[in-house]
Nanobody, 121 residues
Framework: QVQLVESGGGLVQAGGSLRLSCAAS????????MGWYRQVPGKQRDLVAR???????NYAESVKGRFTISRDNAKNTVYLQMDSLKREDTAVYYC???????????????WGQGTQVTVSS
């Protein structure tokens, strides 16, 4: 079993900041890429930011310069620092990780349960 547990969502005013955390636990051999996605009702789930095991990052254009993704490999945890939040950042944010459970198996995607981020004007 592998679990991804998110925390840190909530309500914030426009221009404010939030920090999301996601910890992976369970039967884990290695974690490859980790990332954050977001989804609003009626729309598809979109990539926000992603970070590889080596620390390479990529971001959605809409969050570049405002959001920062990082990870602590020793803790199997990924973070998303969100600054200068806008109303359009309101969404459910999902953690994602590509995890190998044994040395001989390939990675597969795991998802957190989602955490609501609401930005008010």
């Amino acid at each position: 079993q592998v679990q991804l547990v998110e925390s840190g969502g909530g309500l914030v005013q426009a221009g404010g900041s939030l920090r999301l955390s996601c910890a992976a636990s369970g039967s884990i051999f290695s974690i490859n890429a980790m990332g954050w996605y977001r989804q609003v009702p009626g729309k598809q789930r979109d990539l926000v930011a992603r970070i590889t095991s080596g620390g390479y990052t990529n971001y959605a254009e809409s969050v570049k310069g405002r959001f920062t993704i990082s990870r602590d490999n020793a803790k199997n945890t990924v973070y998303l620092q969100m600054d200068s939040l806008k109303r359009e950042d309101t969404a459910v944010y999902y953690c994602n990780a590509d995890i190998s459970r044994t040395w001989y198996s390939g990675g597969r995607d795991y998802w957190g349960q989602g955490t609501q981020v609401t930005v008010s004007s």
